[in-house]
């Protein structure tokens, strides 16, 4: 099986140390030790409540393309962020995406930060661990 | 004096003339006397974020001088991360809910978050204050809680409720809320943090500047806790802020997630 060129970054044991549950219980399904940063082409955007979801297809070195599907803010938030519903991010456009791999479930993560093609960096999702009590 | 009054007013317009839009911005909030009632009492009426909230709202520079400001002006932190003082069998309990990870959290399927949970999650509420009750209306499960003040006791016929049936008084410039009848499908805030039907909350609101709330929550509940539990918090006022929408059932793929997890989990036990 072929490896997708992901840059999948193990975070420091500083930032680790600050991850606890968060907006529900991060941690139960995305593992906040596992920041991964992957650049594709939008292949859907479900602007839906409580959270958004949004797919990336990501090429490797060799053409294989893997869709990664990743959630974050509900639509309240995203506003708050600058985001406009069908504007922001369309499908076609090349994006980057910074955020966290679930634990088990291969392809999917839950998003930080998306970097758009004009250069725009927008938060998408809470910080892992954040997010109140 | 008047002639004085009206020079001093003529040439601080003056000033703000000159100077602009900057001198407006500078001599915002942070110099407002807190707004008073009708009745005298401190008006609470505004929009307000915890702290925590500002993590997420406005990032982790902004965040670090919320924590900075509430330092320098003697302000209790947040989230001391101090354990709850739970007799030995709930916090074996709370302990049992930890090690796994939470997925029995009951707002994680959407049930309606609790008091004080509800004043910790991090999206904004509003609190509308009239002149016998106040109003609480929550972005999170488009929740409200309405609070009299007209010196009327709890109801008789009471229901144990999610949000519980709160009373409110003053206590000098601070608003105090009586919190009772509660039912258990709450957390009370982070995971674990169970509770019996016999919770007792007391909550204290003190606008002490025109940005900021001193929320200081006091939960009784001698069943589960060997002394009262207090937590403490920062709110702050979001000038330009509306209440939104947030709907918690559209598509939380946590509910099919943390069932499936639950499932996991109850076969894994089944078979030690």
């Known amino acids: ?133 | 004096m008047i002639m004085t009054t009206v020079r001093a007013w003529l040439m601080g317009g003056a000033v703000a003339l000159v100077l602009g839009a900057p001198l407006a911005a500078q001599t915002s909030n942070a110099e407002r006397a807190v707004p008073r009632a009708a009745n005298g009492k401190p008006d609470l009426s505004g929009i307000w974020v915890a702290t925590g909230a500002i993590m997420l709202f406005e990032g982790q520079e902004a965040f670090a001088a919320a924590r900075a400001a509430d330092a320098a002006a003697g302000r209790p932190p947040g989230n001391t991360g101090e354990a709850p003082p739970y007799k030995p069998e709930a916090e074996a309990q709370r302990q049992y809910f930890l090690s796994r990870q939470g997925i029995d959290d009951p707002m994680a399927r959407c049930l309606l978050t609790g008091v004080p949970r509800i004043t910790f999650r991090p999206l904004p509420f509003e609190i509308v204050q009239l002149a016998d009750r106040v109003i609480m209306l929550y972005e999170i499960h488009h929740a409200f809680r309405i609070i009299p003040t007209d010196g009327r006791p709890h109801p008789e016929d009471a229901e144990p409720s999610y949000l519980g049936e709160s009373i409110g008084r003053w206590d000098g410039d601070t608003f105090v809320v009586d919190v009772t009848s509660f039912n258990t499908n709450t957390w009370l805030t982070g995971v674990g943090t169970i509770h019996t039907e016999d919770l007792r909350v007391t909550e204290r609101y003190t606008r002490d500047s025109f940005d900021t709330i001193r929320y200081e929550v006091t939960m009784e509940d001698p069943a589960v806790l060997t002394r009262p539990w207090t937590l403490r918090e920062t709110l702050r006022l979001r000038p330009g802020e509306r209440i939104r929408e947030y709907e918690c059932i559209e598509s939380n793929e946590d509910i099919q997630r943390f069932e499936r997890l639950l499932q996991e989990s109850r076969a894994t036990e089944r078979s030690q």
Do not use: C
Not at chain 1, 6 to 15: A, E, G, I, Q, T
Not at chain 1, 76 to 102: C, K
């Open chain 1, 1 to 133: 099986m072929r490896r997708p060129a992901l840059l999948l970054v193990l975070v420091s044991s500083l930032l680790a140390a600050r991850l606890a549950a968060a907006h529900h219980s991060f941690a139960a399904y995305f593992d906040g030790q596992k920041a991964v940063t992957l650049t594709g082409e939008v292949a859907g955007v479900e602007w839906t409540n409580p959270h958004f979801h949004f797919s990336i297809d990501v090429k490797d070195e060799a053409g294989a393309v893997t869709r990664w599907r990743f959630e974050g803010f509900p639509p309240n938030m995203l506003v708050r962020q600058g985001w406009q519903r069908d504007v922001t991010l369309t499908p076609g456009a090349t994006i980057t995406v910074e955020g966290w791999a679930a634990r088990s479930e291969p392809n999917a993560g839950a998003a930080r930060w998306v970097t758009l093609a004009d250069g725009r960096k927008l938060a998408a999702g809470p910080p892992a661990g954040t997010g109140g009590r």
